[in-house]
C-alpha cells in the first residue's frame, strides 16, 4: 500500500487535570496546540466514523482549536456522516478550513457536504475505495481547490481519468502530486469534447 507523504506536524499537549491522577484511557487523549495554522492530527487513530472524533480529543468546556488543516488519514473512515457537525464541535472555524488529509481510509464517495467547505485549497483523498469518477463532480463546487489527490482508488484504473478529473476541475494546479501543465489542460478539454457527452447520456440512462 502507498506511504503517506504528507510530512506536517503538530505537538500536542496533555490534557490539563489539577491534581488528579488520569487512568490510562485519559492518558491517551490529547488536547491540540491551538495556534492558528497548525494542523488538527487525529491520524493513526483507528477511527470509523466523525463522531469518533470526540472520543479522541479531550477539550475544556468552551474550548475549540484554531486551525486551517485537519489530519485524519490512515484512520477507517467509510462515511462524511455527521462530518460537519462533529468539526464544529472541535474546530473554532471549521468552514475555514484549507486543508483536510483524508488519505489512507475506506471512503467509497465523495459526500456532497464537502461542498460545504468552500475554503479547502488542499484535499487528499489517495488511498481509499472511490469507484466512480463522476464522484469528481461534486469537487466543483470547490471554488479555491487548488491541490487534489486520488490515486490509489479505483478510479485511477478507468480510461482517460486524469483528463476527465482536470476536465472537471479546471482550477486544479496538483493532481495526485503532480504539477497541472497547459498542454495537460490542452489535452483535457479535447478528451472531454469527445468523451465526456458519452459518460452524461450514460449517466442519464442509469
Same mark, same amino acid.
Given at each position: ?16 487535570t489539577?491534581n ?9 487523549k ?8 497548525s ?13 469518533d472524533?470526540?472520543d479522541? /480529543? ?6 475549540k482549536? %484554531?486551525? !486551517?488543516a485537519?489530519? +485524519?488519514?490512515? *484512520? $477507517?473512515?467509510? &462515511? ?25 481510509n475506506?471512503l467509497?464517495? /465523495? ?7 468552500? %475554503?479547502? !485549497?488542499?484535499?487528499? +483523498?489517495?488511498? *481509499? $475505495?472511490i469507484e &466512480? ?11 479555491n ?11 485511477e ?8 478529473v482536470l476536465?472537471?476541475l479546471p482550477?486544479?494546479k496538483?493532481l495526485?502530486?503532480?504539477?497541472v501543465?497547459?498542454?495537460d ?5 479535447t ?8 459518460r ?7
Open positions: 500500500m502507498l506511504k503517506n507523504t504528507m510530512d506536517m506536524q503538530v505537538s500536542v499537549t496533555p490534557v490539563p489539577g488528579s491522577v488520569q487512568n490510562s484511557k485519559d492518558e491517551q490529547k488536547t491540540p496546540s491551538t495556534p492558528l495554522n494542523p488538527l492530527d487525529l491520524s493513526f487513530r483507528c477511527i470509523m466514523a466523525p463522531t472524533i470526540l479522541e /480529543i479531550a477539550l475544556q468546556p468552551d474550548q482549536v %484554531n486551525c !486551517k485537519v489530519r +485524519l488519514n490512515n *484512520n $477507517s473512515l467509510s &462515511s462524511f456522516e455527521a462530518f460537519e457537525e462533529t468539526l464544529s464541535q472541535v474546530v473554532r472555524h471549521p468552514l475555514e478550513v484549507s486543508w483536510f488529509d483524508l488519505s489512507f475506506m467509497q464517495n /465523495i459526500d456532497k457536504v464537502i461542498a460545504k467547505f468552500r %475554503n479547502i !485549497k488542499v484535499l487528499y +483523498l489517495h488511498g *481509499n $475505495s &466512480s469518477l463522476e464522484e469528481i463532480n461534486k469537487l466543483a463546487a470547490l471554488p481547490l487548488i491541490t487534489l489527490t486520488l490515486h490509489g482508488n479505483p478510479i484504473s478507468e480510461s482517460g481519468y486524469r483528463q476527465y476536465s472537471r482550477g486544479l496538483n495526485d502530486f503532480s504539477g501543465t497547459k498542454q489542460r490542452s489535452i483535457a478539454e478528451w472531454f469534447k469527445m468523451h465526456g457527452p458519452k452524461g447520456r450514460k449517466n442519464k440512462r442509469s
